[in-house]
DNA sequence: GCGACGGTTCGGGCGCGGCCGAAGCGTCGT
DNA sequence: ACGACGCTTCGGCCGCGCCCGAACCGTCGC
């Protein structure tokens, strides 16, 4: 059956160590360079370009070339949703048996992080639970839908909602693997990440995933969302 | 860091082809012996052993001992799910550089077929469709609701609402690889599996994930749900 | 032009892991 | 009790593919 064959194939791309540290850096839909790629996996440039047009050739990365630089991103959000999913069942293993010591880099990314282009965590799901409650937004599986009151609301917090409406899908939700509750994904998502970023609500962590509240944001969420936490 | 080794590790276990054929076989939520799996794969049961231990010491694989038999099937429904996010990025994959012929056994694979242990394909799409049109059913990304209207609906089809609730998650979507639209799974959805098989609507092809909807079957699709339609 | 730098290609070493034959263990039938 | 059967363990073979050193191509800066 070519469709085992298939399976097999991509499952093997991203099985490797090396690979899935890269898979990984890309998680939140920058684009890197092969140099500092080949840095977050622990390998040389050379081993690192022959993953890459693995990666490539499989449809799993999408290049774009820039000068000398060649930045290479997530071809495509169901890649990413599919890393998620396998974390997800990463997450229940090691859940199970022993609860080891989940260091204070979990503890944040479970937090707060970016996924692909939007935000995820703890936060995210706050957020999207306050909308839904509040009748701003209106979570179903194939898509969500941003009410007016919503529409309304996010304006007033200076989310800009008026790019590329159309292209990619408006509003979805995504499975949130630390929380297994549903956050906002899509162009919504993405505009509220960067909403939060330019407002300097969020931060990026270092050169992680995880994704710190400042104070002043603490306060923004608490007041805007009514999510009251600790990091 | 140990999450990407813990990643790489999962991936890496469906990444090779005996193994993903063991799993694929094991996606309609059976519970299969050594030998079927062995078959399944193409490979001698002492290897079919191998891959087999592999599977249940990382988790995705539960056993079950009867007799001199061992009953293997997949550990979780989170292991289902991450399988249908691979195959969802292997269709995208296939689908874009060149449409080669999807041959009948593909068109039966995405008009029905078992997920686990509910009803998946274009069929499933369907059956939830009609069933939030017509306000019997609320799907939310976190968990469904059947309604009043819902229950008595379903019990007037003779489905048995009564088992195992509580246990599971009663009604979850499950995002179809092959209609990108969500399905019905959780306790639901494996009630309206059973129900459909029983009343002899859908009859399992050969020996693999294809239901085929049988005459009287798509006689009552069309009454029940409003699904007119060919195989 | 030249060197510096990012990236890829080539070649060869090497280890991991899948595969099978043969033997061992436990369970069931008679 | 015996053999048949399902499954696992052991041992050894073999090949894939990961890895790096070295050399090669293209772009940028001076």
Known sequence: MTTTAAFAEIAALMGDPARAGMLEALLDGRALTAAELAR?????????????AKL????????ERQGR?????????????????????????????RRLATGPRDRRLRHARTCYDHLAGHVAVAVA???VARGQLDLAPDGGVLTPAGTEFLRGLGIDLDRARGRRVFCRPCLDWSERRPHIAGVLGAALL????????????????????????????????????EP
């Open 40 to 52: 977050a996996a622990g390998v040389t440039p050379q081993t690192a370009s022959s993953h890459l």
């Open 56 to 63: 490539s050739g499989a449809g799993l990365l999408a290049v």
């Open 69 to 97: 630089h060649r930045y290479h991103r997530l071809a495509a959000p169901s890649v990413a949703r599919m890393m998620e999913s396998v974390m997800a069942v990463a997450a229940d293993r090691r859940d199970g048996p």
């Open 129 to 131: 639970d306050a909308m």
């Open 194 to 229: 960067d909403g939060f970023m330019a407002r300097d609500w969020l931060r990026r962590l270092d050169g992680t995933r995880a994704v710190e509240v400042t104070p002043p944001g603490r306060a923004a969420f608490a007041r805007a969302f009514g999510i009251r936490g």
